[in-house]
């Protein structure tokens, strides 16, 4: 049996264990018994024991005193570590998951709580993993994670993409670099029997959206044939999967010039450009604009960044969910579809339903709700932890009122 490990204690006030216990894995500063254990004795990322009010230990975590989250629980008991054994059983554990769900090494390998390691995200593009550190403790252990990926992926690279900016909470600066190995220029991603090319290091988050990808294989029914729009298209993953799938003719729009210039690229390397134009254009302005044209479009997805970052954003952010639900139905053709999404935790699943069903009102129009969307399964949510729920969708049919 392992040895208790020797870390300094952090002691949590009366009754603030019960969360923990339930299966949580934060530690909130004002749940701290800052007179036991003050947070100024602290180390930002330094490894620590949380240990309840009554003297008994919960398990093995890290601390930053700068957070308001601050200290994250990555083992119950006292027997492991932080260091690159207990990483690396996590990987494996990870990595039989999404090995039983994916026939091809592309996918979320790691999902911070979910799969153990809170702040540390794994992506991965067949022989490269692209790594995100979102807190001082992950930080602080990069050197174990490294070492846990060789000896589970054996990758010829990891890249470290930690310019979230969440990272500021936690007082740490924005970077992209590369861990070790060579890797490509460019990344390629395989789904649904396609190629795409990924810039990992400019690109947004770790360069692809693994998590909609099983909300993407569902497209078939409802686009064949269609005259298709994508919305904060990115790389075009919708559109050009949409295309792929039948429709005659897809515009995917967004914002970034270079987002824009892969789209193209991705059309022509899978065969589509024939029938796959990529615009860069503010998303607003452009449904605006073909409102005032009068242009209309079988099937709208809308698929955008994070309107709410902050529960205090939540009235302005659910306005913008308003507005742009309400503009991609004005440009919907008789008996459309709108594929409606938010990555936004602090947007509730219900929010966004009565977004849609208000904006269908307001235009004196009918919406069914025909399918449900949620993260793909290499985004596990952890029951207790409802901050891995985030993301959210609906495929709606949108009628003439009667």
């Known amino acids: ?97 999404r090995e039983r769900l994916y026939a091809e090494p592309y996918y979320r390998l790691l999902y911070g709580e979910s799969d153990g390691v809170p702040g540390l995200t794994l992506d991965r593009f067949d022989d490269v993993v692209v790594a995100q550190a979102t807190t001082a403790g ?9 070492a846990a990926v060789k000896k589970v992926i054996k990758p010829r690279a990891l890249i470290w993409k930690n310019d979230a900016g969440v990272r500021a909470l936690e007082g740490l600066m924005e970077y992209a670099d590369v861990g070790f190995g060579d890797p490509p220029g460019a990344l390629q991603v395989r789904e649904g029997g396609m190629e795409f ?12 959206f693994y998590d909609q990808r099983a909300n993407r294989d569902a497209l078939a029914p409802y686009v064949k044939g269609a005259r298709v729009l994508d919305m904060f298209a990115y790389l075009g993953a919708w559109g050009l999967r949409a295309a792929a799938m039948g429709a005659k003719e897809v515009a995917c729009v967004d914002a970034s010039a270079s987002a824009v210039k892969l789209i193209g690229e991705n059309a022509a390397r899978n065969g589509l450009a024939d029938r796959v134009r990529a615009e860069r254009a503010d998303a607003f302005d452009f449904l605006k604009d073909l409102r005032e044209r009068r242009e209309h479009f079988d099937v709208v997805i809308l698929d955008p960044p994070a309107f709410v970052k902050r529960r205090k954003d939540l009235k302005e952010g659910a306005l913008a969910y308003r507005r742009i639900n309400e503009l991609a139905m004005q440009v919907l053709a008789r008996d459309g579809i709108l594929l409606t999404c ?28 025909l399918q449900s969307l949620q993260q793909a399964p290499d985004h596990p949510v952890h029951p207790a932890i409802p901050e891995t729920d985030y993301l959210k969708g609906f495929v709606c049919r949108v009628l003439p009122a009667t």
């Not at 990555?74 to 690396?88: K, W």
């Not at 992950?138 to 490294?146: A, D, G, H, T």
């Not at 929010?351 to 009918?366: E, I, N, T």
């Open 1 to 97: 049996m392992n040895q208790p490990v020797e870390y300094p204690a952090l002691y949590l006030k009366r009754g603030e264990d019960a969360r923990l216990r339930a299966g949580h894995l934060w530690v909130f500063s004002n749940e701290v018994d800052v007179a036991r254990s003050p947070l100024a004795d602290f180390q930002p990322g330094e490894p620590c024991v949380v240990v309840a009010a009554n003297g008994k230990p919960i398990g093995v975590g890290y601390v930053n005193p700068r957070s308001l989250i601050c200290a994250r629980l990555v083992a119950r008991g006292v027997e492991h570590a932080l260091d690159a054994p207990l990483l690396t059983h996590r990987l494996q554990v990870a990595l039989a998951l």
């Open 197 to 208: 090319a990924v810039d990992a290091i400019g690109g947004q988050k770790t360069g692809w």
């Open 138 to 146: 992950i930080e602080r252990l990069k050197p174990q994670v490294e």
């Open 342 to 369: 938010s990555c936004s935790y602090h947007m509730p699943r219900a929010a966004l339903l009565d977004a849609v069903q208000k904006d269908a009102r307001h235009l004196d129009r009918g919406a069914q709700v």
